[in-house]
């Protein structure tokens, strides 16, 4: 089966969250508010803090939410994501294959046709309830400027099991996720070797070995939520393909928690596939950035236009190509209708 590869719509994960940016955002686009009561109104259902209050109405700067309402900021950005989506399908311009960045995979599956917004919203509250019963052990991640050979002889120097590469975003940047005590060696270890070493605004140390306790309570909270047959295809940089029909997704979300996320390798198998337009449904262009450093022909831009209002598909087409989807997935994946 053919598949024409024109665009990949981008969901971002941690750290993807611009306060003043989204509630400008909401003024202009109604979609913002309707996908934002949508989420409010399951996490007062079970019992969480509603993040209209925070995002919308007054919004707090990424740093503040990370340390006073982390369980809020991941609601933010998973609802950012769908209300930017909201917009593009709302203009007839969701088309294209779909990809998340780790935590950002849950909109792409829902964006895909697999979950509810409402049920996108219940897997974001019951992943936020496991992770605060971790435990107060300090962890966090680091974004390190090297490649993932140089990443590992930095852990090997380091020498703590819990410390790992948790993501790579390209040949020149690494994200290792750990112990803060450890992150803190390993950055000072990279500055050594005259490498750059950035703390990440994050609450928890994802896709690190310190989340695997939770893995198996978070997929018992979601096995209830049965998801359907995808409308479009999924990437997914973790398992570095697209989503099969027979893909247990509740089961590979909760070990996404623990598993590595190689959105370098993502990016490459999609460019092979033909594609050449990047569309991200975030506000911080975090993505965009990753995509701009690993894709040097790609077109990349965001789903909104900051400061016009204009959906992306707005501009000129982007260069399209033709490529053979896998079997597995295009024989089990109903077409956008």
Known sequence: MSVTVERVLLFAGQGAFRGTELARLAERHPQFGDVFSEIDGVAARLGGEQPSAYVLDAPRPLRQLVREAPDVLQLAIYGTSIALWTVLRDHGQDAGILAGHSAGEIAALVAGGAFTIAQGAEIVMHRNAVLAGVGDEAGGMLAIECDADRARRILDVVGEPRLAVGVC????????????AALEVAGAVARALRIGATPLPVAYPFHSPMLAQAVP???????????RPLRTLVFSPILGRFHHAED??????????????????????????????????ATAGTLTRIVERCLAHASVM???????????????TPVTSSTHAEPSVAAHVRPVT
């Open 169 to 180: 975003n390209g040949p020149r940047q690494i994200v290792l996720s750990g112990p803060a």
């Open 248 to 281: 247990a997704l509740c089961e590979h979300i909760a070990t996404a928690l623990v598993a590595p996320v190689s959105f370098q390798r993502a990016l490459d198998r999609l460019a092979e596939a033909g594609a050449r337009t990047f569309i991200e449904c």
């Open 302 to 316: 965001p789903a909104l236009v900051e400061g016009e209002g204009e959906t992306a598909a707005a501009h000129p």
């Open 217 to 227: 309570e978070f997929a018992a909270q979601i096995r209830h939520i049965e998801p």
